[in-house]
T-cell receptor, first 112, second 112 residues
Framework: EAGVAQSPRYKIIEKRQSVAFWCNPI?????LYWYQQILGQGPKLLIQ????????DSQLPKDRFSAERLKGVDSTLKIQPAKLEDSAVYLC??????????FGPGTRLTVL | SQQGEEDPQALSIQEGENATMNCSYK?????LQWYRQNSGRGLVHLIL?????REKHSGRLRVTLDTSKKSSSLLITASRAADTASYFC????????????FGEGTQLTVNP
């Protein structure tokens, strides 16, 4: 079974630029999550989708972050404009239930 | 802020020894999970323990849960070099819906 795919794996941008990350979840998983993991910390949930609807985006900085999941499959997370403190690994996960989430390899973002 | 706090932050042991990591959390939970993260990769689900369970085993893993103390421990027996990774506890709380909240993690190093 193919796992969660993410791209790109690495991205370096300058502050105030825009960036987008892509995620393809495991086939059949209705729930998709985006996490931000700052170095030395645990992942923090940014947004959770159930099919193409948002379940929880309470921790998403909506002034600069946006996410969508068109057709309830792939998802993109965008940051516009980026700040230095956005440097982190962005993890996508999918699941059939909250009890076991399957994570992708992540995108390491460096904002200079 | 993070729900869980792992202790210790870092642990270094020899192959064959046992490793114990602890997790404390703040609010009442439905379930507690442990995840492993190898360097530069996504997280892998290890085990889930429900709030009405006290102990659970899976292979070389043993998890305990004490809801009165709001704490959990993960024991890895007969450790191997391949167990070197960061270990995170994650909780889904009674008031947070299905959102998983991760702790800061314990970095385990198993020396051959």
């Amino acid at each position: 079974e193919a796992g969660v795919a993410q791209s790109p794996r690495y991205k370096i941008i300058e502050k105030r630029q825009s960036v987008a990350f892509w995620c393809n979840p495991i086939s059949g998983h209705a729930t998709l999550y985006w996490y931000q993991q700052i170095l030395g910390q645990g992942p923090k949930l940014l947004i959770q989708f159930q099919n193409n609807g948002v379940v929880d985006d309470s921790q998403l900085p909506k002034d600069r972050f946006s996410a969508e999941r068109l057709k309830g499959v792939d998802s993109t997370l965008k940051i516009q404009p980026a700040k230095l403190e956005d440097s982190a690994v962005y993890l996508c996960a999918s699941s059939l239930s909250v009890h076991e989430q399957f994570f992708g390899p992540g995108t390491r973002l460096t904002v200079l | 802020s993070q729900q869980g706090e792992e202790d210790p932050q870092a642990l270094s042991i020899q192959e064959g020894e046992n490793a114990t990591m602890n997790c404390s959390y703040k609010t009442s939970i439905n379930n507690l999970q442990w995840y492993r993260q190898n360097s530069g990769r996504g997280l892998v689900h290890l085990i889930l323990i429900r709030s009405n369970e006290r102990e659970k085993h899976s292979g070389r893993l043993r998890v305990t849960l004490d809801t009165s103390k709001k704490s959990s421990s993960l024991l890895i027996t007969a450790s191997r070099a391949a167990d070197t990774a960061s270990y995170f506890c994650a909780t889904d709380g009674l008031t947070s819906g299905s959102r998983l909240t991760f702790g800061e993690g314990t970095q385990l190093t198993v020396n051959p």
